[in-house]
């Protein structure tokens, strides 16, 4: 869902994810579930320069797990900068930020090399995009 006021977008986005008969976070063939909760906010401050934002909480559950004993959840916060160029080029800068809890679990950002080696994983990038 979205919701445009002037120069600026607020959204909210629910998903639910179900597996059956997993061995992922050491579950014997238990369920596996994830809720997720997202807020989003994007600016545009000039017509060059948007600024975005976004919040999201994971609410997971998994069954027949002897190694985790707890169920995990995820916080992660996303910033973004972008500045257009041209109409095909922009730069951007973001920063993401996940910390989870619950015994065991790390955090794993899917668009890092790999995950943490603790709770918290923060990602920093900038870049350049050309759109053909």
Not at 33 to 59: K, M
Not at 120 to 127: C, R, S, T
Request: aromatic content about 12%; charged content about 15%.
């Amino acid at each position: 869902m979205n919701y445009a006021i002037g120069g600026a977008v607020l959204g909210f986005v629910y998903t639910h994810s179900q597996f059956e008969g997993s061995s992922s976070f050491g579950s014997k063939g238990g369920v596996i579930s994830f809720d997720n909760y997202e807020l989003t906010g994007r600016h545009a401050l000039t017509p060059q320069l948007t600024l975005g934002a976004a919040y999201t909480y994971t609410d997971g559950h998994v069954d027949k797990t002897a190694r985790y004993e707890t169920d995990p959840a995820w916080n992660q916060i996303n910033l973004q900068a972008v500045y257009m160029l041209s109409n095909c080029t922009n730069v951007y800068a973001e920063a993401m930020y996940q910390h989870t809890t619950g015994k065991n679990y790390v955090a794993f950002e899917k668009t890092s090399d790999g995950a943490s080696s603790t709770a918290n994983q923060l990602i920093v990038a900038l870049g350049m995009r050309v759109r053909f």
